[in-house]
């Protein structure tokens, strides 16, 4: 097949794990290496679509390959024709899960599977994956959120002018969700005191709250410039994130862990959300990912990006509502040209496909065994 189409040989899968510049801690874990599984989708043609999956640990990376290798030999063959964008493939990659589900761990494979085939397909039209999806490359608005975990207050406030300058940036996140509210509200005061009155906070719970905490310490966050409250509580918690919504001003942000377009439907008919963050890990790949913005679109619900800088700059940079992305650090030491910040934007890849080359050196030390 040529001008544009391939067909799929298989995948090939690698786990490694990478040490992180600083440590992600949160209330739930503290995480001190970023593991993640790198996707070669090897097609028939010569062209290889490249993906990766962040699996937090070793331990995240060994659940994801069964049902990777499971998707690389039931999709074996399959086709993309020219010009034909490879959406019927998620749906099929989807069938072929079906014992293992439609969420979980099964929706995390199809998304990396997606993601390698958007990146190949985008390859062989010789296009930038923005214009293969059908828009034009144009910088795209992030923050830093490489850092202030839970951590003292005095360190939070040199991390956060640390965060700020590395890129420029005019926003950085802030992780909150320590024992007391008091605890929360001292290290928050002291990085806008160091920041100063302009810099964008967004603070993140990482779902560590019950509802009723979480509307009393939202009510409290109302006074403090903060711009958006991300995941007080269980994502999937529809009617008490719609009471969360409800009762705080402060915009509830929600949607990282949302498996596949339905859970952002589900969420905007809850009015569980004011903004909605997909993770394209979750969100189910570029098809996915462009599905749920077509529905926060309709509902007029402004959408940001959680991690993976090198796909998120395509996809936000083709939304319509496109909000805001979430710049992380972790993939950096593997790859050859990683995504970069200036004053505060990512410029997205004109190169072919989602712009992803391995750094063969970086991946042969961080590999472990599979």
Known sequence: MTGGGFTIR???????????????????????KAAFVLIDLETEEGITGRSYLFGYSKAGNDCFLPPLRWLSDAM????????APPDQLFDKAR??????GYEGIAMIAVSGFDMACWDAYAQAQGQPLVEALGGKAAPVTAYNSCGLGIIKAKAATEEAKKLLAEGGYGAVKVRLGRETLDEDLAVLGAVRDAVGADVILPVD?????????????????????????????????????????????????DGENFYGPEGA???????????????????????????????????????????????????????????WLEFTDWSVPLLENPVTVTDGHVYVSDAPGAGIAWN???VEKYSVAI
């Open 265 to 323: 439907a589900q969420a905007i008919e809850a009015k569980a959300l004011d903004y909605l963050m997909p993770d394209v890990e979750r969100i189910g790949g570029v098809t996915g990912w462009m599905r749920a913005a077509r529905i926060a679109e309709e509902a007029k619900i402004p959408v940001s990006l959680h991690l993976f800088p090198e796909f998120s700059s395509h996809l936000l940079a083709a939304t319509p509502t496109a909000h």
């Open 205 to 253: 719970f990482n779902q560590c709250l019950s509802v009723d905490d979480a509307i009393e310490r939202g009510r409290a966050l109302n006074q403090e410039n903060v711009y958006w409250i991300e995941e007080p509580t269980r994502y999937d918690d529809w009617q008490g994130n719609a009471r969360i919504a409800a009762a705080v001003e402060t915009p509830a942000q």
């Open 10 to 32: 298989g995948l090939s899968l690698r786990s490694v794990v990478v040490p992180m510049a600083r440590p992600l801690v949160t209330r739930v874990v503290t995480i001190e």
């Open 76 to 83: 074996k063959g399959e086709k993309v024709t020219p010009g």
């Open 360 to 362: 063969e050196d970086a």
């Open 95 to 100: 069938k072929a899960l079906t014992l293992m």
